[in-house]
């Protein structure tokens, strides 16, 4: 899937790619078309199960959660209004996959990552569980807004492994919380404030286990380098890496 946006000097290209391995595509990825008042939904699930069950969990997830939000959209509320309706959203989410994994056999554990945000061309929300990461790119830094939920990660707090022993850690893909597998769930919500020039990147860890922090702060500091570009050049990355797992990414320039 490729699409791309531009609104009140926010530009957004979507990608999301099966791999080279996988036979079906379990992320599921949403930008919304901009509200009047500028602002913009972008959303990234990457769904697990057995047999088409995480297909189910990431596209049940992004559709609940998007209904949820698109009907406060119009409404200007404060950002504690969006930051309050946006982890509402998740929760409902969360409600709704769960029930349909205790309700269908095939469904039974089902659950996805999420990573849910609104935009204005002043700050940014994001809901968060899972893997799948947010960052904030300019000319000197890139800096990973969320924290991963991950067997892993607690692994390299814990001092137990690097970053790099992390990468290629043959438990990489477990996570210690998700959307949908228990009858409730913590969510991660922040704010971060941005400015013009600077990119954020929303993406599953099909892009982040084949392509290292360092290399995506390369290919989006290119110059003269479109916003599509930019998106097809890390997909092909990921790809040409081994291309292990579904790849989704969104990329919105300020």
């Known amino acids: 899937m490729n699409l791309n946006y531009e609104v009140r000097g926010l530009q957004a290209a979507v990608r999301t790619d099966v791999g080279k391995v996988r036979a079906i595509n379990e992320d599921y990825i949403f930008v919304s078309d901009p509200y009047p008042n500028g602002l913009l939904v972008a959303i990234v699930a990457d769904g697990m199960g057995g047999h088409q069950a995480g297909e189910i969990a990431s596209k049940t997830a992004v559709e609940v959660i998007y209904h949820e939000i698109h009907q406060i959209m119009s409404n200007n509320l404060s950002i504690e209004g969006y930051q309050l309706a946006l982890e509402k959203a998740i929760h409902k989410a969360n409600g709704e996959v769960y029930k349909q994994s205790l309700n269908n056999d095939g469904y039974r554990g089902m659950g996805t990552t999420i990573l849910a945000s609104i935009i204005s061309p002043e700050w940014i929300i994001l809901g968060h569980i899972g893997d799948s990461r947010a960052y904030l790119v300019d000319d000197n830094n890139i800096r990973q807004l969320t924290e991963d939920h991950s067997l892993v990660n607690e692994l390299v ?27 409730k769930v913590k969510v991660d919500i922040c704010l971060i404030h941005w400015e013009k020039d600077q990119t954020l990147l929303l993406c599953s860890d099909g892009l982040t ?41 969104i990329l919105v320039c300020h």
């Open 157 to 183: 707090k814990e001092g137990q492994l690097t970053q790099e022993e992390a990468m290629t850690h043959p438990k990489k893909n477990i996570l210690t919380r998700a959307l949908g597998t228990e009858e």
């Open 209 to 249: 286990n084949h392509v290292s922090d360092e290399k995506i702060f390369e290919v989006l500091n290119q110059k003269d380098v479109s916003i599509e570009n930019k998106t097809d050049y890390l997909l092909s990355l990921a790809i040409d890496a081994g291309g292990e797992d579904n790849i989704s990414i």
